[in-house]
């Protein structure tokens, strides 16, 4: 039965329904709008471009100068000659077998056989020793400086100091074959001319770069 009233109870015109505002939708409390279809950004607004200039790329890789790829090419052949002097000095057991006797008698001393032998086999095993360190330094010398790293090119500065004074000193020795004195007289030279290399300006450009941070 009618109330007697033309609107309807949601009517926006009825009298008792103030500032005349229309009913919400069904389903949205207090007049919200409704929530925005699955995938569209929530008010229908789009998300803002990304203005921070996006990813950044990685600073390009200083490539190694002339100087340095010839000084790792140095190096390289510094473990070679290591490489061939040991094997030269292992086929040479006679030569430092009469080196030794030499001494001895130089020395006044009497030339015993078993004294002769252990000095002989004491010899071989502390150059084999020593070969292979020296072989192992050389490798990762290069492989280090070769990379730009600051630190390689002090550590192979301070061992080929240390190459040239031990070298120098074993020259003096009367032990001395001929053939380790060339080796020795060789390695001198390469040690120098890596060190050359090693502290020239495009070198030094280098290690720089390799060596500066990122952002």
Do not use: C
Not at 87 to 102: C, K, P, Q, W, Y
Not at 127 to 155: C, D, E, F, H, Y
């Amino acid at each position: 039965m009618s109330n007697g009233s033309p609107h309807g109870p949601d009517d926006p015109e009825r009298p008792d329904n103030p500032y005349g505002q229309a009913p919400p939708p069904e389903g949205t409390p207090y007049g919200q709008a409704p929530p925005p279809p699955p995938g569209e950004p929530y008010g229908g607004y789009q998300s803002m471009p990304d203005v921070s200039g996006g990813p950044t790329e990685p600073a390009p890789t200083a490539t190694p100068p002339s100087s340095i790829t010839t000084a790792v090419k140095l190096m390289y052949v510094g473990a070679l000659i290591s490489l061939i002097g040991l094997i030269t000095s292992l086929l040479s057991t006679g030569d430092m077998r009469a080196a030794v006797e030499d001494s001895l008698r130089k020395q006044g001393k009497k030339v015993d056989p078993s004294v002769v032998d252990s000095l002989v086999t004491g010899g071989i095993i502390i150059g084999v020793v020593t070969a292979l360190i020296g072989i192992g330094l050389w490798i990762w010398m290069a492989r280090k400086n070769q990379a730009g790293r600051s630190w390689a090119r002090i550590v192979a500065t301070v061992l080929g100091g240390l190459n040239v004074l031990l070298t120098l000193v074993s020259l003096t020795r009367s032990t001395s074959t001929g053939v380790g004195t060339v080796v020795n007289i060789i390695m001198v030279l390469l040690a120098l001319a890596i060190l050359f290399l090693l502290w020239r300006r495009e070198s030094s450009d280098y290690y720089a770069a390799r060596s500066a941070p990122r952002y």
